[in-house]
T-cell receptor, first 113, second 112 residues
Framework: KAGVTQTPRYLIKTRGQQVTLSCSPISGHRSVSWYQQTPGQGLQFLFE???????NKGNFPGRFSGRQFSNSRSEMNVSTLELGDSALYLC????????????FGPGTRLTVT | GDSVTQMEGPVTLSEEAFLTINCTYT??????LFWYVQYPGEGLQLLLK?????DKGSNKGFEATYRKETTSFHLEKGSVQVSDSAVYFCALEKAAGNKLTFGGGTRVLVKP
């Protein structure tokens, strides 16, 4: 069974631009979560989607948004990029309510210059 | 709010040495506890989990026991290999949601 895939793997953007990252969960998984990993703040939860609905949201500004499609694929968008948005963005999928294991993708490395 | 505290690294060991990484948590209710491992340039891999008090999670020679009385979930391995060099993250998940709260990570370096 294929794992969680994320595209692109690497991205370089300029301050003020916007970016869209994509995540394809494991087949049959309905929950997708996003995390930001930085050296200073560590791993922080962004949001979680289940059946196209955002169920949980972390403490990030409104510039960070996401959505989930009917096939469970998810995208996250960051608008008006800041230098501090440079990070590894990780996506994780989970079968659904009651399951405990979250499976992570390899991440998208975003660099903002 | 919920939080996870784990020992800071780096932890440097010789091959076949015993590894312990301490992890304690603060959370209301009865969270599930996890250890994830991250190899260079990769995402996180679930190493083991425990979903209730006194549960022992184990995988690939690693073990951790959910101790509610001490709010701890320490990771141990009896004999490490060079291939165990990675960053290890302790995490909790509350029963009510899918959000994982992570510790700061502990870098482990095993030398031959």
């Amino acid at each position: 069974k294929a794992g969680v895939t994320q595209t692109p793997r690497y991205l370089i953007k300029t301050r003020g631009q916007q970016v869209t990252l994509s995540c394809s969960p494991i087949s049959g998984h309905r929950s997708v979560s996003w995390y930001q990993q930085t050296p200073g703040q560590g791993l922080q939860f962004l949001f979680e989607y289940f059946s196209e609905t955002q169920r949980n949201k972390g403490n990030f500004p409104g510039r960070f948004s996401g959505r989930q499609f009917s096939n469970s694929r998810s995208e996250m968008n960051v608008s008006t990029l800041e230098l501090g948005d440079s990070a590894l963005y990780l996506c994780a999928s989970k079968r659904g309510t009651g399951a405990h294991e979250q499976y992570f993708g390899p991440g998208t490395r975003l660099t903002v210059t | 709010g919920d939080s996870v505290t784990q020992m800071e690294g780096p932890v440097t060991l010789s091959e076949e040495a015993f590894l312990t990484i301490n992890c304690t948590y603060t959370a209301t209710g009865y969270p599930s506890l996890f250890w994830y491992v991250q190899y260079p340039g990769e995402g996180l891999q679930l190493l083991l989990k425990a979903t209730k008090a006194d549960d022992k999670g184990s995988n690939k020679g690693f073990e951790a026991t959910y101790r509610k009385e001490t709010t701890s979930f320490h990771l141990e391995k009896g004999s490490v290999q060079v291939s165990d060099s990675a960053v290890y993250f302790c995490a909790l998940e509350k029963a009510a949601g899918n959000k994982l709260t992570f510790g700061g990570g502990t870098r482990v370096l095993v030398k031959p």
